[in-house]
């Protein structure tokens, strides 16, 4: 089974500076899919970024970054520029290659930026 | 607009009472998913359905039901065997059962027993 976790319940930034959320993953697959997702206040899930395991390229969006460690198993995310509209709880989320299969999520982090 | 619609957007149940949340989706996806979230925690998969006809059990499928009939539409009975459904039901469909496509989810809808 694959477990993912976010070790950072609550993190708090400062308008236009640059914050990094933590998430580590335990498998045994090989290829695989990993996914930051936001959730603002209206609770609406939004897709932030993917980045695929077998790409050693870093996925980047915008002002959005990953740091994608497979031999670490660690798949952070950057916020650089942070803005009000940033804040939200962040949902790290992992997928096996395998057709069908389930996305499996971290528990979050809270994320608050200050103006 | 393409999209996914749940309805109500909030629910009370009495103890004892089914309940039925809705969801549409009208992006011509194959996959459909339920999840449940509860306060300061992540999503769990209750339900989930690859293609018309046909759903199999998530991570914490019991006390609900569902059901998958037509393509745009896979609605969520939570039954009275669901001793603490308090919480918040997220709908997602994804466009065929390729792991590495984006799931969309909708805008949820909120249950709470009274």
């Known amino acids: 089974a694959q477990t993912v976790t976010q070790s950072q319940p609550e993190m708090s930034v400062q308008e236009a500076e640059t914050v990094t959320l933590s998430c580590t993953y335990d498998?045994?697959?090989?290829?695989?899919?990993l996914f930051w997702y936001k959730q603002p206040p209206s609770r609406q899930m939004i897709l932030v970024i993917r980045?695929?395991?077998?790409?050693?390229q870093n996925a980047t969006e915008n002002r959005f970054s990953v740091n994608f460690q497979k031999a670490a198993k660690s798949f952070s995310l950057k916020i650089s520029d942070s803005q009000l509209g940033d804040t939200a709880m962040y949902f790290c989320?992992?997928?096996?290659?395998?057709?069908?299969?389930?996305?499996?999520f971290g528990e979050g982090t809270q994320l608050t930026v200050n103006p | 607009d393409g999209g996914i619609t749940q309805s109500p957007k909030y629910l009370f149940r009495k103890e004892g009472q089914n309940v039925t949340l809705s969801c549409e989706q009208n992006?011509?996806?194959?996959?459909m998913y339920w999840y449940r979230q509860d306060p300061g925690q992540g999503l769990r998969l209750i339900y989930y359905?690859?293609?018309?006809?046909?759903?199999q059990k998530g991570d914490i499928a019991e006390g609900y039901s569902v059901s998958r009939e037509k393509k745009e539409s896979f609605p969520l009975t939570v039954t009275s065997a669901q001793k603490n459904p308090t919480a918040f039901y997220l709908c997602?469909?994804?466009?065929?059962?390729?792991?590495?496509?984006?799931?969309?989810f909708g805008e949820g809808s909120w249950l709470t027993v009274v």
């Open positions: 989320a992992f997928r096996p290659e395998t057709s069908g299969s389930r996305l499996t």
């Open positions: 498998t045994s697959e090989s290829n695989y899919y």
């Open positions: 980045q695929e395991a077998y790409k050693q």
């Open positions: 992006l011509n996806h194959d996959a």
């Open positions: 359905s690859q293609i018309v006809n046909d759903f």
């Open positions: 997602a469909s994804q466009i065929d059962r390729y792991s590495g496509n984006t799931i969309y």
